[in-house]
């Protein structure tokens, strides 16, 4: 009985310390990234004097709100975010529902020559873009309208969820479906009751990157939009003054643009998964 | 008997129809605010400083016109690039555009993007009667004339103005430099170690040193010391003694005096370290006062002054801005957008633009104007910009010439190797080498 | 036409009255017999759609000279611009090289350190959605703000990174200001910024683990380090060499950081080609030199997408 205690008390001492050594590698790991992060939040909430102010302000200024203020209202942020939000959303929305079936079709039927021509889409420069765009965009009458800037952010979408869903197709054994299949299943049934559902974390990825690189994509927004359609990035810019550079507004619209960022990763998680599970889906 | 009656009636009506009817039919002709009511209007401009107060007047414009715009404000880079986005691609739908002409003139007005305004000037009922052309200041007129063509109505400048900590001056006994040899021996005096730890704490003077964008500063030192841009025959002469004097004085100083990274100093780096007390200094626009000034944004608030900028053996040459309101040469609005320009621009216009202060207006009658006193505040900067502007201002900052960007960044190659200490007289060599190189294919690409 | 003759055919159902249901009955079948063309066309014309004007015209402008002009039309000059970039500007060979060095380092940090963040975090623990959260905000921030805030922060007088260096006695360097460390620098915000997205794309491929191997391999007694080096890695490599293939093309064409922090220099120490062709045409106004490097750009990364889809195609028969 001794010796049994005796252990169960080492294995618990242990498993203490292990956590405990973990939690310190993933502190190291993320706090440079957190620290960066950090930095920009909190020069938001300090007078400029503050910000530039060396040693820096790590902790000890005085707070104020004005910087936070003058993000909100010197310009129409919120028609900026409302913006933001339809072009980024439904831009994803595109991107996953074009390049879904797209990968499912690429990882079953091994079609390495569409996979590499959706890669292609991201060889051109955007230098190359701009103005032939620009033109055909007018001519269609597009220019400072939803629709183009969503096609537009289509261009930077799609690849990723393409070629992300491909993998998550491809580790989804087959049997699955051709269970359905002799069961008198059609393809596109099988494919979206019985496939999809089990990609659904890969889709949180997904859909998540897409609408990272479409909230954060500027240049198409400012060749093709106006000042109906002008984006988020571009109230940051707004701090960028003849005479000086409002370093406390500009830390503060940035703060303020990646809340929503935040919002929707934490949103689609929990549509998709009720907390991510661990470990395969298989077995 | 009779018939000399009819006569007589006859004239006295028709004198009669020419009294009532003639004035209506001159009136017709006439300027009319409200004559393009119902048009709309895309105007962009970039962040300077009257662009608040251009925004808040557009609705009274709208009021006044029946006209509606469209207004979009952005950084200078990203407005260039749109600007550029769409005047290449020939489908433009701007309408009036901010265009600053030492950067901006000679690209625009060959590539036929400008439209040119003389003709609407003189046109009476295009024109508002008492806008007065000839009140705009001679500097401001002919920065926004190219080829004898006017392809812009000044909306204001921005002279540099030479900024310094009065509380260091006094306490180290250094006097207001009045020429580049002053200069350098303050700046060399005033860089200090402070706190005795063997580390600079105040330095002498910064400025920009981030190649293309530090060309305008060293303008100034390039004229003062007689150097130019382009000869008489429009050969450049960027390598001549003078330039690589001017060349040697301004890496030198941000070498030995400046602190360090220069040289990737745009503005905003220059402006916070003033700010935070670490130069002694340095050259900004007039419209920066307020932001040195102001307690949340400058520890240095309270000793700041400032002067006109020194001057070299061939005088005082502070680089001036220029801003001017152009028409877009395919805008299908033309007469619209003249309105605007025109209502922007004018004698009440101009007052409107002055709100925000600090910086000098185009106009000679709105300077000597009771009504802006109050806003012209402090008195003393507002005089010294003027005096800037009048006596030694340099609108000609930038080498006449297409690729001017291009050009810019092979001189600030050789500002920035001046910086680092490299050999000066190599470096102007090699930008003046490669100036006549791209020179001469813009003169063949425009001989076409 | 049966697209494999190995699957049995849909069995017959029942007659249905209605002639609706008939038809979609007709349609589904029609998808399911062209799956592999229909599900991926929609994507395929949008993107070509998309691409073909801006890809034809830059072509075109390649052999031209132009220059923005309204009142200039492009010149038709053959070859000129292309013997030009290759024989008479070494600033392009320059800028190539940068590119490369610029690339390279940075994807190759971001790719070994977002796996091993990636491997350290994929077990529970309290706080772990958190965690993944916060990797995302790096690169949700607006690159071009996020570029100027680091730029305050490598001021060489007035900057945290600086500060940082000095506590745990590291000398103080220009960091932006000089030509060699300007490029380290840069290189570190990439990272930064984008080693995030590795750790996302590697958590995602960790989920889709087989369980059945790690259970043999701990009946067989293997060590943690052997079911990482044996187990976890290859069956990580498809998804590393996606994050590998995007990274990379993205790393090629980056822009917004180097132009803003830099602009190219300081002296086009940290000019990538992308930044060059952007001069070119934005700021030289030289639409038909700036697109011919746009094409040579654009066939740097076509060779690099062949290179890694033939490593990815290897993988598909695992």
């Known amino acids: 009985m001794v010796i049994l205690r005796k252990e169960r008390l080492s294995t618990n001492l242990s498993r203490v310390f292990r956590s405990a050594f973990w939690y310190a590698v993933i502190a190291f790991f993320t706090l440079p990234f957190v620290f960066v992060i950090y930095w920009m939040f909190s020069n938001g909430f300090k007078n400029v004097v503050d910000i530039t102010s060396y040693p820096p302000k790590l902790f000890s200024f005085t707070p104020t709100l004005k910087n936070y203020e003058h993000a909100l209202f010197s310009v129409p942020f919120f028609k900026y975010l409302l913006n933001s939000c339809i072009v980024s959303i439904f831009a994803t929305l595109g991107g996953v529902g074009l390049g879904i079936p797209a990968a499912y079709s690429i990882a079953r039927f091994r079609q390495m020559r569409i996979a590499f021509a959706v890669l292609c889409a991201r060889v051109i420069p955007f230098v190359s873009i701009l103005i032939p765009w ?16 969503i096609l537009s952010h289509l261009l930077v979408t799609t690849p990723i969820s393409t070629w992300l869903m491909i993998g998550f197709f491809e580790d989804i054994p087959r049997e699955l479906e051709e269970a359905a299949w002799i069961d008198g299943s059609s393809k596109i ?68 643009i990646t809340i929503p960022v935040l919002v929707f990763a934490l949103l689609i998680q929990e549509y998709f998964v009720k907390g991510l599970t661990m470990g395969g889906m298989k077995g | 008997m009779k018939s000399k009656r009819v006569v007589i009636v006859l004239t006295i009506v028709g004198l009669f129809m020419a009294t009532t009817l003639l004035p209506n039919a001159i009136a017709a002709d006439t300027f009319n605010w409200k004559k393009c009511e119902g048009t709309k209007l895309r105007f962009v401009m970039h962040k300077i400083p009257p662009s608040k107060a251009v925004l808040e007047t557009l609705p009274k414009f709208e009021e006044k016109t029946g006209i509606k715009v469209d207004a979009e404000i952005l950084p200078e880079s990203q407005f260039r690039q749109k600007v550029l986005i769409q005047f290449a691609s020939g489908k433009s739908d701007i309408d009036v555009y901010l265009t600053m002409p030492a950067n901006d003139a000679v690209k625009y007005y060959t590539s036929g993007w400008y439209e040119p305004l003389g003709n609407y000037l003189n046109d009476p009922s295009k024109t508002e009667p008492g806008y007065d052309y000839e009140d705009f200041a001679k500097s401001a007129r002919e920065g926004c004339t190219i080829d004898n063509t006017i392809i812009g109505m000044p909306c204001g400048f921005s002279p540099a103005i030479f900024y310094y900590r009065k509380d260091l001056f006094e306490k180290y006994n250094v006097a207001i430099p009045q020429t580049f040899d002053d200069l350098e021996a303050a700046a060399k005096k005033l860089t200090l170690d402070t706190d ?11 400025n920009r040193g981030k190649g293309r964008v530090a060309t305008s500063v060293f303008s100034m030192f390039l004229f003062g010391y007689g150097g130019r841009f382009l000869d008489d025959d429009g050969n450049p002469v960027i390598n001549s003694p003078e330039a690589v004097q001017a060349l040697d004085l301004y890496g030198r100083l941000l070498r030995l005096y400046g602190p360090p990274g220069s040289t990737n100093f745009n503005f905003y780096e220059v402006y916070s370290l003033f700010q935070q007390g670490k130069v002694a200094m340095c050259t900004a626009g007039a419209s920066t006062h307020k932001v040195f000034v102001d307690p949340e ?75 802006i006193a109050p ?15 009048e006596k030694h201002g340099n609108p000609y900052w930038n080498p006449p010439a297409i690729s001017v960007t291009e050009l810019r960044d092979a001189l600030g190659a050789a500002i920035v190797a001046s910086i680092l200490g490299e050999d000066v ?19 063949a690409e425009m001989k076409k | ?6 699957y049995p055919q849909e069995k017959s159902r029942p007659v249905e009255g209605r002639r609706s249901s008939e038809l979609t009955r007709q349609f589904v079948e029609f998808i399911d017999r062209n799956l592999k063309i229909v599900f991926p066309v929609p994507l395929l014309v949008t993107l070509f759609l998309l691409i073909i004007f801006p890809l034809i015209y830059t072509a075109y402008l390649s052999f031209h000279t132009w220059g923005l002009s309204a009142n200039r039309k492009p010149d038709f000059v053959w070859f000129t611009n292309y013997v030009r970039i290759f024989f008479h500007d070494p600033r392009f060979w320059h800028s190539v090289l940068i590119t490369m060095y610029y690339s390279f380092l940075a994807v190759g940090t971001e790719i070994v350190l977002g796996t091993a963040i990636a491997l350290v975090l994929n077990r529970k623990f309290a706080g772990m959605k958190i965690v993944r959260s916060i990797f995302i905000l790096p690169m949700a921030a607006t690159p071009a703000a996020i570029s100027l805030i680091w730029t305050m922060m490598f001021h060489p007088d007035i900057g945290v990174v600086n500060y940082l260096m000095t506590r745990f006695h590291l000398p103080a360097l220009v960091w932006l200001g000089h030509p060699r460390s300007a490029l380290f620098a840069i290189v570190m915000v990439d990272v930064w910024m984008f080693t995030p997205f590795v750790v996302l794309v590697v958590l995602a491929g960790l989920h889709a683990l087989p369980r059945e191997p790690y259970e043999a391999a701990m009946v067989d007694g293997a060590s943690p380090g052997q079911t990482l080096w044996y187990l976890t890695l290859p069956f990580l490599k498809p998804t590393i060499i996606v994050a590998l293939i995007f990274r990379l093309v993205q790393a090629l064409k980056t822009f917004d950081i180097i132009f803003i922090m830099t602009e190219g220099g300081p002296a086009n120490a940290t000019e990538t080609l992308n930044l060059y062709t952007f001069k070119r045409m934005f700021m030289y106004y030289k639409g038909g030199y700036s697109s011919a490097l746009a094409l040579i750009l654009l066939s740097v990364v076509l060779v690099v997408n062949i290179i890694l889809i033939r490593l990815r195609k290897r993988e598909w028969s695992y």
């Open chain 2, 425 to 443: 007289k190599k470096a102007a060599d090699k930008a003046q080498a490669e100036w006549v190189r791209i020179l001469k294919e813009e003169r």
């Open chain 1, 189 to 256: 049934k099988a494919f979206w009751v019985i496939v999809l559902p089990l990609t659904k974390p890969g889709l949180v990825t997904t859909s998540i990157l897409a609408f990272i690189f479409s909230w954060n994509n500027f240049i198409f927004s400012l060749a093709l939009g106006g000042n109906n359609t002008n984006t988020l990035p571009v109230s940051v810019f707004n701090f960028m003054y003849f005479e000086e550079i409002d370093w406390g507004g500009l830390s503060a619209a940035a703060s303020l």
């Open chain 2, 196 to 206: 005795g730890d063997g580390k600079i704490d105040i330095y002498g003077w910064s």
């Open chain 3, 1 to 6: 036409m049966a697209l494999n003759v190995a």
């Open chain 2, 375 to 389: 806003i012209t505040k402090p008195k003393k900067l507002f005089d010294l910009s003027l005096e800037t502007v």
């Open chain 2, 297 to 371: 944004k400058s520890k240095i608030w309270d000793t700041v002054d400032y002067a006109i900028m020194p001057g070299g053996p061939n005088g005082r040459h502070s680089f001036v801005v220029v801003w001017g309101f152009s028409v877009y040469s395919g805008s299908k609005n033309k007469d619209a957008a003249w309105l605007l320009v025109q209502y922007l621009t004018d004698k009440s216009g101009m007052k409107t633009l002055l709100k925000d202060g600090g910086v000098t207006v185009a106009r000679s009658s709105t300077w000597k104007d009771p009504d």
């Open chain 1, 134 to 149: 620009f033109m055909l965009f007018r001519t269609l009458g597009l220019t400072d309208t939803y629709i183009g800037l």
